[in-house]
């Protein structure tokens, strides 16, 4: 009677950021912004290291919304980018939901600003065309805690899951002996207690 | 096998403001009081925006609940205000259940003081009844955060959608351009942060 | 899809007050002492004033956890008081499970200490027997709120209705109408706030 | 040896608001933005209220730091407006002193974006040159609590008293009896809890 | 070069309860109700058990800021009662101030709320007077953490000793062997954790 | 509807401790470190205590994770213990899920570090191959509050139980008088307060 | 103008243990249990470890207070025990003082049950009297937060230093050099995470 | 009486950076994992760009502390590193109080890992000898909040300033116009809220 364990898998997944624009990331206040910041590109980081397919949208930029925060456009020069005249819901969106279509992929992979909106109504439109969709929850902001878990309960009582990027680069690479070194790379730039762990190996490893 | 996407729709919903009074407000201290007050008022407001049917009542408000707040009667001069004489669940008040019947609408957004009943009950029963029901969490206050969440479980659990304020106004909207103005002045008006982004953009927009 | 409204009818409603006792009570971390006082001392005393029939039990009361703590004692002088020799879940005590039968009802308002053991265990077995299962959250405590979070989430999956002792007076009694001094007088002992209102309108209306 | 009781005196006090900026209040996160926002206001108001000397002073207002916020501009259309060319301490620019200085007060209410800069630098360089300085704590805001408690400990290590609007306005009213209906409206526009009062108070009153 | 202990003394002794009034009691949310109501109703057991001239005041309780709760007034049937018209420091209420000298006592224990208008500024003003002022910290509210702590900050540097209605109760008791009854009443009845402690202790000594 | 009562049964239980080691201990921030040291230390001995056959096992322990807390293999030098070579989901690596096969129980017992990867990924992977799975929260660890959240909500959602160590030895041992000793040696030896009235009333009676 | 280092000296230090007794515990909710008994032990370990002259003393043990925790009485059987009849403060007993004199040390660290009593009183007395107070934060525990501070700030501002164990066993101690060993196992058994940065330093070293 | 402004000075201030070692960095939860590593590269940042002298020290860092954390070794490659053979003071170490001295400035700003050792410590020891302490506390950390709340009354009691590394730049720049891009650009790089600002308004200047 449960919900059976759908697995994430990095030639069936694509990832949607949607709305980190300048001016939107001022409203977010549940996370510190110092962890925001890193959450959202940890989640962009492993897009790329997973070669995922990535699709970039953004809502009015040209008002007060903002631009895409530059890193993000950086980390995919070449990704679809759709720029959004006014649907507020990305899957009212033709050409956001053309590029997803086009990925061919059956995972969606989401985060955004800010969560009860930018995320849970393009989660809920995509679940009900029958992809799998996985909540990015740390990489996806909001205006405070009540408003997080409110989103949260929709989006899970709907069938989302609930995940972390930590959590999602885990379930998409599956065997450290895949690749330690790009995995430790990963986690070493975004997880600073992490990175602590690997100085002080290394260190005294190097100094036998 | 989860929950489909209901979505809200306004030419089929309704907002039911129920036992914000003077006195009962006190009882309030899951939230804080500067940010309730913006809550409820902001919910009033788009109610109007939207030209939604909006229903008020209150319970006992002769004796020490108090009046019903008189921001809400301004904004809803014309609207049916039940003063219930005892029913604790305004569902069980038949000039209540009549209202919102006349209204023709399906959904109903809802939202009171304090949570575990005056919400909470008449969105069970309307459930029961088989309309869809929408709490707007973040405008409805109750003693504390415990009693919050053993509220909120058991309205998720009988199938309302948990939502805010601004998820409401934003699904309701559904494309910017529908009206660019009334909804940025709607949100500058109640939401401090985006008020700045306004401001900053059009000075500087005007500077030029 | 979503469960029925399953409403407390006070002529079909007992109360199971589950090892308040003395030692054990020390072990509630996730409510402030006064508070929790309060909401169990109000939980019996709306037990009382709805004529419910309230069963206590205790666990090894002779040893440290200590004895029922007097004021539930002096409440219910009549009820039914299990003192079980060594069963966790008191629902694995024939005593008990027969008391509760010879109610004759099939909604239990349940209570007690720890949350996770001697609320959950009962909770859990009487469901499966059928019976409806409220629990009173906020007279209910356990180490700290990490546990609780994970009790109510085993509960509520099972079916249990979390609610409050507010909740359930007001549940319980459907309309002011059918006895205004009584219910105000069960708020104005352990609602502060609610006394206050009370206070200040009574003061008023007498100084006209 | 403890220091004396320094008292403020409508008299003898001057405001200064120093960069309350559309883009620095993004920077604000020691306070909810709704209660922050509110509390700004009320600074205001009752600088207004009490015919206080008001100055106004920004930082770098044509860059990112963004305009002043305009509900500060319209209530202080006549005040003096130091637009600092770069001086980060506002006591650092000499228009800002002499503009001071031309109060004729002795004792500054000061409040300001961000609490350990915009604030505590012209507190510390004012006490310096023996003004009396009152920093309203919860019209100042900053990063985050650590920052804060820090910068409160810095303040008040030099002499600074550590007030909030409310106690100001207390303290420089003295007596309800010099204005019960001005003082009402300033607590009525700014603490909901007592417009609550006020309201439900009005009402039972008119009622009889 | 620190501050000297002064210690309290049951004969030198008086405590000044101002505006525990149930219209402003609505404001305080540094505390939970339930708590607060508690640490007033323990300050003023604490008083009455000590003897210890006690003296209640109230502003304007005429208005919506409401009477005086009705327990303490019960407490303390022939306490000085100064109903201030309208200032809103009590010491500058010439009545009240007359009714402490007449005490003849030169320490005070203060509470009240809200604590940084109704405690902190007759705190100051008792000190600049000569007076020991003992601050009962958990009987004084106000409306969030943020301004309590800078009322607390400001009232101790001016050099008010911050306490706890215990810590008044110990430091006047001294010997448990004055009255090991009396003060064991009081904290039976304040302080839930203690009652269960000799509930406990009391049943297994009976048993033997 | 709702998911029926699976009670832990000694007899029929399995525990898995995964991934508790010295490297990756520091990323857990959501409990304090000595809480948890005493939480997988106590799931430890409760293990030990009703001989569930326990299985440990190891992600990587050569490099920065570090190797297993010394205390786990001290408690159960026989048990099988996986040195994963990789996998990171336990459930992937054959050896462990034959281990988990060869103890012939249908329930397991479940914690580790980090939550939403050590622990959900095996939890939910169990659930697939139809292993009634209990999570042991509270011996379970990861880097902050929200990640825990999102995890528990992803495994209950597909039918995992959350429970606590207190709970599981509480279901496992049904009824006191089954040993009264070895569990309240258990509890005291884990939770100070359990230890404080096991104290209290030894030291009482001893002194009759 | 400020406070001159006052530095420990283990020649010169004396450690005086109040009122750790198993009924009061009870009352300690400032800290989890957990680590406050760990926070205890560990003082108690550092205080051996430096073989200082110590002191132990109870309140009333024989009553509802309960008997010291055993582990104290373990650490230090030889060490002076006075058992105070009934007075408070311990510095009134004579018996208490005069074992401090017999110390001939003149720096005192303080740790006790409730810290505005049992700790800040003989704080007070000790000062008064010329000794150097160091009051040992962590150890010593309270009601809650809001009584912990107030204490603090009265006990800091008459000259006490506010420590923690670590940070007096760090000042005690002085150069790693004077016993490497020693503080390592000290720091092992009461700090988990150095415990597992000396379990992965150890491993890895004993590796190569 | 109060404490005279004692304000940074660029030609007079010097950086020691105490303990930042990777072992020691897990013992740190007073602050976020990412927050702490960006305040303390902030402050790093901060020193270079002010060209202030920077001195680093570690405590044992051939053992489980662990090496300092690589960016500090690389932003200041020919900066004085005294690696402690043993003191826990850094100002017990020769080496280290020469390097200050060395720097001919009299103004210390320091900042560690953990606050009330290796920060209070030769926080105390350096006031001792005449220096003026700048404790930067957002770039110190330690084990808990109420650690670290002892450590900082202790510094502070003792005449040392608390600022965070924003205050540091900001009074030690003064003058934005001394050099705008490069205080933007520290902003823009450790504050992502400023960072956001700066591409919000980049954007919007350029689309002109």
Redesign the interface.
Known sequence: ?????T?LDKNNAAVLLVDHQ??L???V?D????????NVLALADLAKYFKLPTILTT??E??????L??ELKQTFPDAPFIAR?????AW?NEDFVAAVKATGKKQLILAGV?T??CV??PA??A??EGYEVFVV??ASGT??E??R??????M????A????W??VA??L??????D?EGL?ALFSNH????R??????????A??
Request: aromatic share 12%; glycine share 6%.
């Open positions: 009677m449960s919900k059976p364990y697995r300048a001016g990331l001022s409203l206040r996370f510190d912004p110092d962890k925001f910041k890193n809502s009015f040209e008002g007060p919304n903002g631009p925060v530059p005249p006014g649907q507020i819901n009212d800010v009860e909106v849970a109504f809920l439109s679940i009900a929850t740390d205006f405070n009540v408003t878990d409110a989103a949260w309960n929709r899970a009582a709907a069938g899951q609930l995940m972390t930590f959590g885990c379930e690479h599956r065997d450290w002996r895949n330690v430790a997880i600073p207690d992490y602590n762990l690997i100085t002080a190996y290394t260190t005294l490893k100094s036998k």
